[in-house]
């Protein structure tokens, strides 16, 4: 990765990473427990993906510094409020029931499952806060739903009959539990610059694809017995696994379409006219990434 972009996207983490905790309650705040789990789930070691993939957005639109732009880091501090909560209920005994996230005990072990699903309910309300631009709040809003979002996508996903869940069926699931996501942390980065609509197609089709690829490779790394993007609870029984792109069609195969996706989310950016090298080295890393 060229140094600049390096020294870029440390900034930009360093951004993001105090906008959160700004944006968050104190731990001394009451409730106190409540804000103690938010904060737990919010502010541990994760990659910050989405919120760097807004603010790069951003920046490929206008060209400016990370965090200069209000809106595009109150965007990326909403867009990981919202996956944070998605994480807290995901690891509950009533869905995945994970004891780990990102080699610490999950919320609900540390908290009880009472606090943890108002911790994430909290998140998920709080992320609304953030956004400051009209139509915001309608493109996480739905991005993070229903009917074509993650939580849709997260009730197709367990509703799945896995021996028969053929590279459609899958491809339809992950558009709307991952990719959804992913698409609207980009599309939020370029409102927030003022992005006119042939700026924004080709940064929609980046983030389609790229989360897309992003899920096809947490896919396979799970397969190989590779700890996946967020930490979880490797070496789970084989029947509580869910609908994936290698057991759909292979290893070989779903190697090939993450490949050919990660080519065409590079395509797209293509048609921008500068200031995409962040995307450029975010995507790449989402693809090669080994764990």
């Known amino acids: ?10 900034r930009a983490r360093g951004s993001v990473e105090h906008g959160l905790d700004q944006a968050l309650p104190a731990e001394d705040e009451e409730p106190r427990t409540l804000h103690a789990a938010m904060r737990y789930s919010v502010l541990g070691r994760g990659k910050r993906l989405r919120p760097l993939l807004c603010l790069a957005a951003e920046r490929a639109v206008a060209g400016s510094e990370a965090g200069r732009n209000d809106h595009a880091l109150g965007a990326a501090c909403a867009v990981e409020m919202v996956h944070a909560y998605s994480l807290i ?18 919320c609900h072990k540390v908290f009880g ?5 108002l911790a994430g309910d909290a998140l998920l309300t709080l992320a609304f ?87 096809i490779t947490d896919d396979l790394l799970d397969r190989s017995g590779s ?44 048609r921008l006219p500068s200031g995409a090298d962040p995307l450029r080295a975010l995507a790449g890393q989402m693809v090669s990434r080994t764990k």
Request: no cysteine; glycine share 8%.
């Open 227 to 270: 700890t996946a993007e967020l930490g979880k609870t490797a070496g789970k029984d084989e029947s509580q696994s869910k609908a994936t792109f290698p057991a759909a069609v292979g290893t070989a195969a779903a190697e090939a379409e993450a490949g050919r996706l990660l080519r065409a989310a590079l395509a797209a950016l293509d």
């Open 113 to 117: 499952e009472a606090i943890a699903i």
């Open 1 to 10: 990765m060229d140094e600049s972009v390096e020294v870029w996207l440390g």
């Open 129 to 215: 806060a953030q956004l400051q631009q009209p139509g915001m709040a309608r493109i996480l809003a739905l991005a993070a739903g229903t009917p074509s979002g993650m939580v849709a996508g997260q009730v197709a996903d367990l509703e799945a009959n896995r021996a028969s869940a053929d590279a459609d069926i899958v491809r339809r699931i992950h558009l709307a539990k991952t990719a959804a996501l992913i698409r609207a942390s980009v599309e939020l980065g370029a409102m927030a610059a003022r992005a006119d609509a042939g700026q924004l197609a080709p940064l929609r089709a980046f983030g389609e694809a790229i989360g897309l690829a992003f899920q």
């Open 89 to 106: 209920h995901d690891d509950l005994p009533a869905l995945d029931n994970d004891d780990l996230r990102r080699g610490r005990p999950t």
